[in-house]
């Protein structure tokens, strides 16, 4: 059962379900200077292009090291001139959290949209996962930061 | 009661570490317990699962692209639930191997195995129905529906089933770690109550024993103060009783003196006989008077000396000369056996005087007739000068012995025929004692005693030294 539950994972996470690759993945909304009109919609590719920070962390998630990398909080930031003093992040599930300016900030936290390298896939909790890095502060690990570190990110709110 | 006391403290520590150790145990157990809540996954996967439902009816009712399209999204995303589930119970069972959770709370384990076990169950149901949506993604072939929503429906109700057990188990888990460490927090108080108490009980008992021991030493210093009082009235009282006894008797054997030597008058052989008797009472009162005069004055510290260096061949031969009249009467023989280069001492000579011939009356009194007494010396390295009295009286009974320097006793010679005040021995430890000296006596019955004292000297016996030398003299 075991094996076969791991040949149909290969399989499926083989397969392109998360749909065209020029599809947008994320919204951005809020109190930025980019968006202060309208909504910002970037596919994987154009988000990426922001920025390209690494982190290699365990989390409570993943129980062996793992190379994290995405866009940085701090990047965000600059690349869209944020305002505000939280950042609302929603889920594909609709599962929603507040996170803190100071900790996209000071945290080290990124957007992770790859790990190992390798796109995530929404089953393997892409396309943006949050990730602090838990290894480099201990003190991270408790369930306040757990709990904003969302998955299946498809959009965030500056406010 | 110390004992008590060292028991209680014991007996606390011995507590209190033990339930140190446990609630360290405990703050590790609650430290390292999974910080995620299952309850909130199992409720997350059964939204899911809804909405997963709602995208199938969507479907069935309309098989399109839009519709497929929406069905792919919440199935995956209905997937990577399952992972999430299964990461939050593998990390609880490996934190209830790691702690000594197990043990304590066994149900919390055994359902915790359960619900793992029954969750990997759903979990495979999901997988089947996960293949069959695949399938029908993949051929938009609308007959494998129906199948599809069966298996849902399975997934649907035993997830809903699991959900509610898994609050159940949080809820006990919580409930009973929670009763465990406020249970030990209670004992640890308790403990630590008890740590207090025996603090405070063991401050109040040192201090009442402090204040016993303060009290006794007040009384004892009060008494001391009254002692010192009382011999100091006693000795007062005895110096001037003694004053005013020595006036009249004074009168009495110079009119006496008188009688028996005027040559106008002369008496009668009766007459002479009891003058005499009177002269010789008068002499012996005078005598006592003298001496309990002296030992009042050095009882209450009034006699000067005078230190300074004497050789000790003067203070020999001056004793020797004053008591040779009393030993021709008493018919007893004396020996000078002090020969050679004696040597200078650091003493007060006419109080060294009077105690020699105290010493050497007694032993001419207290001999037998044609007895001798021997007079001897020798030299205590490294400072001490000693003479020896010795005679070939009687001895003293051992018994006696202890009693010998204490004030009027005479041992029994009470009601002899020897004349005797009883305090002489009595002064002469007091003087030596003055003097930095020692007195003692060595006596074996029939054979005799022998008395003798120790006097601080200069260790050079050079008498022309002019400047000798006696550590811890001024």
């Known amino acids: ?46 988000f990426e292009a922001i920025d390209t920070t690494t982190v290699i962390t365990k989390t409570p998630w993943h129980k062996e090291e793992t190379t994290f990398s995405g866009v940085s909080g701090v990047a965000l930031m600059k690349f869209l001139g944020a305002r505000g003093t939280e950042i609302d992040a929603i889920a594909l599930n609709d599962y929603k ?36 890095p838990f290894d480099a502060n201990p003190k991270l690990d408790n369930e306040v930061i757990y709990g904003r570190s969302i998955w299946q990110v498809k959009e965030i709110k500056f406010r | ?101 197990v043990d304590i709370y066994p149900m919390v384990a055994v359902s915790q195995h359960k619900l793992t076990r029954d969750f990997l169950g759903i979990r495979d149901r999901f997988i089947d129905m996960d293949r069959d949506v695949q399938i029908f993604l993949s051929t938009t072939d609308a007959e494998g529906l129906k199948g599809i929503r069966h298996q849902l429906d399975q997934v649907i109700s035993s997830s809903s089933e699991l959900a509610s057990r898994v609050n159940q188990a949080t809820n006990q888990k919580e409930f009973n770690i929670r009763e465990n460490v406020l249970d030990h927090l209670y004992e640890f108080q308790w403990t630590l109550l008890l740590i207090i108490l025996g603090f405070i009980f063991f401050s109040a008992a040192s201090l009442v024993l402090y204040m016993n021991a303060w009290r006794a030493e007040q009384r004892s210093r009060q008494a001391a103060i009254e002692l010192k009082t009382a011999s100091e009235a006693k000795s007062n009282f005895l110096s001037s009783m003694s004053h005013e006894l020595r006036t009249p008797l004074n009168a009495i054997l110079g009119f006496a003196q008188l009688l028996e030597y005027d040559p106008k008058e002369p008496l009668s052989d009766r007459q002479t006989s009891s003058v005499e008797s009177i002269l010789r009472g008068g002499h012996h009162l005078l005598e006592l008077i003298n001496q309990v005069l002296e030992l009042s004055k050095i009882e209450a510290g009034k006699i000067s000396l005078n230190f300074g260096w004497v050789p000790a061949r ?157 550590p811890g003299q001024p």
């Open chain 2, 1 to 101: 009661m110390t004992v008590i006391l060292i028991l209680i403290t014991v007996g606390a520590s011995v507590f209190s570490g033990y339930w140190y150790v446990q609630l360290r145990h405990d703050t590790e157990t609650l430290r390292s317990a999974p910080k995620d809540d299952p309850t909130w996954g199992i409720l997350q996967l059964n939204a899911e699962a809804l909405k997963f439902a709602d995208a199938l009816h969507a479907v069935t009712i309309d098989n399109t692209a839009k519709t497929r399209k929406r069905l792919s999204l919440r199935l995956d995303i209905f997937y990577s639930r399952f992972d999430i589930i299964s990461e939050v119970f593998v990390r609880y069972e490996q934190w209830l191997s790691a702690t000594r959770t």
């Open chain 2, 314 to 470: 003067s203070v020999i031969d001056e004793s020797l000369h004053l008591i040779e009249s009393q030993a021709l009467e008493n018919e007893i023989e004396i020996l000078d056996h002090t020969t050679g280069n004696l040597p200078v001492l650091w003493t007060d000579s006419t109080r060294l005087t009077q105690v020699l011939i105290n010493l050497l009356s007694n032993a001419i009194k207290y001999n037998v007739r044609g007895g001798k007494v021997t007079l001897t010396c020798q030299e205590i390295p490294p400072y001490m000068f000693r003479i020896k009295v010795i005679d070939t009286g009687q001895g003293i009974p051992a018994k006696k012995q202890e009693d010998l320097f204490k004030p009027f006793e005479r041992l029994g010679r009470e009601a002899g025929n020897i004349e005797g005040t009883g305090i002489g021995l009595t002064i002469t430890r007091q003087i030596i004692d003055l003097l930095n000296g020692q007195v003692g006596f060595e006596s074996e019955l029939g054979k005799g005693s022998t008395f003798w004292v120790d006097i601080p000297m200069n260790s050079q016996t050079n008498e022309d030294d002019d400047t000798p030398t006696f």
């Open chain 1, 1 to 46: 059962m075991r094996r076969m539950l791991l040949v149909l994972t290969v399989f499926f996470l083989s397969l392109p379900v998360d749909g065209n690759a020029a599809d947008p993945i994320l919204t951005i909304g809020g109190l930025t200077e980019k968006t202060d009109k309208s909504p910002l919609h970037l596919t994987l590719e154009e």
């Open chain 1, 97 to 132: 959290v507040a996170i803190p300016v100071s900790d996209f900030l000071n945290s080290g936290l990124i957007l992770a949209t790859r790990k190992n390298g390798t796109p995530m896939s929404i089953r393997d909790k892409g396309p943006i996962f949050v990730i602090y």
